[in-house]
């Protein structure tokens, strides 16, 4: 099943938090070190077998698109000049996978984004992919996840404890454990709860492998924090049908990047320069002189 799943990467925000960077570049295009942000997510995806990716795309996002497609005069250019390092660099982005674009329209949250995604993924299970959590390429988290939506036919979802007083900042989840470490049945979930109010300091973060059912709840999901379709209201649904496979989760334990904000966005890219065998021997001296002189 997982060489012939398909992903959905949603790329419409508005990049707020980015700005003025972000005024007319997408904050998917910001580059972490030398990629844009979004191409590890689609390098990822290929590492799990999956060959056929949705971005859902927003206004003034054709940067998306072109990053994606060949460039023949820079390709002729290095070409000529004989330099295969960068022109192999530049071909690789066109070259991972079938990649196809469809606009969001109106911003209505993560849920309408991926509805959006109906009429590509048709009556399939499927990855969704957010661009703000990178996932380091030596921990295969969604192959596990879609290993184990294939074992139980259910919703999977990538679980992360974090600090209880950041819960409020991620959906949460209330948990039960099953016979495998680390991977547990989701009971309920909360957008953004308050510290006190949330069922455990179990943190979604952004991979899922969906059932093709939860188009319908979209469909018929009201508008819940934020004033936006909230995919968790959704995956709540689907965890409280008993008839049904129900939701699990895969609780990761490995080497996540954070690039949601502006702090974080610069210790992701700190974090994944000082492991590259190009710039880690002078990246990681320079960063501990660095330090010792603060």
Do not use: C
Request: aromatic fraction near 4%.
């Amino acid at each position: 099943m997982s060489h012939a799943m398909k992903a959905v990467i949603p790329a419409a925000g508005l990049g707020t938090r980015f700005l003025p960077a972000t005024k007319a570049m997408p904050k998917e295009m910001l580059p972490v070190v030398d990629k844009p942000a979004i191409q590890y997510v689609v390098e990822e995806a290929t590492r799990a077998g999956i060959e056929d990716i949705l971005i859902i795309i927003g206004r003034n996002k054709n940067n998306l698109s072109n990053h994606f497609d060949s460039v023949p005069e820079l390709e002729q250019n290095l070409r000529e000049k004989g330099d295969e390092e960068r022109l192999a660099k530049v071909q690789q982005s066109n070259e991972l996978a079938d990649i196809h674009f469809v606009r969001q329209g109106e911003p209505k949250g993560l849920g309408h984004a991926v509805l959006r995604a109906r009429a590509h993924v048709g009556d399939a299970s499927f990855a969704v992919m957010l661009g703000d959590d990178l996932i380091d390429e030596r921990d295969g988290l969604l192959a596990e996840m879609i290993a184990q939506h294939e074992r139980r036919g259910a919703t999977v979802i990538a679980l992360m404890e974090v600090d209880p007083e950041a819960i409020h900042l991620y959906g949460a989840a209330a948990v039960e454990p099953t016979d495998e470490p680390d991977v547990v049945r989701v009971t309920g979930l909360v957008e953004k709860p308050a510290s006190e109010d949330a069922p455990s300091n179990l943190a979604i973060i952004g991979r899922y492998v969906l059932t093709p059912e939860v188009f319908d709840i979209l469909e018929r999901t009201e508008p819940g924090k934020g004033g936006e379709i909230q995919l968790t209201d959704a995956l709540q649904e689907l965890a409280a049908d008993s008839a049904g496979p129900g939701v699990y989760g895969v609780i990761f334990r490995g080497r996540r990047y954070d690039t949601g904000d502006r702090l974080d966005y610069i210790k992701a890219i700190v974090q994944l320069a000082v492991d590259r065998e190009d710039l880690g021997p002078e990246l990681r001296p320079w960063i501990k002189d660095f330090a010792a002189n603060l």
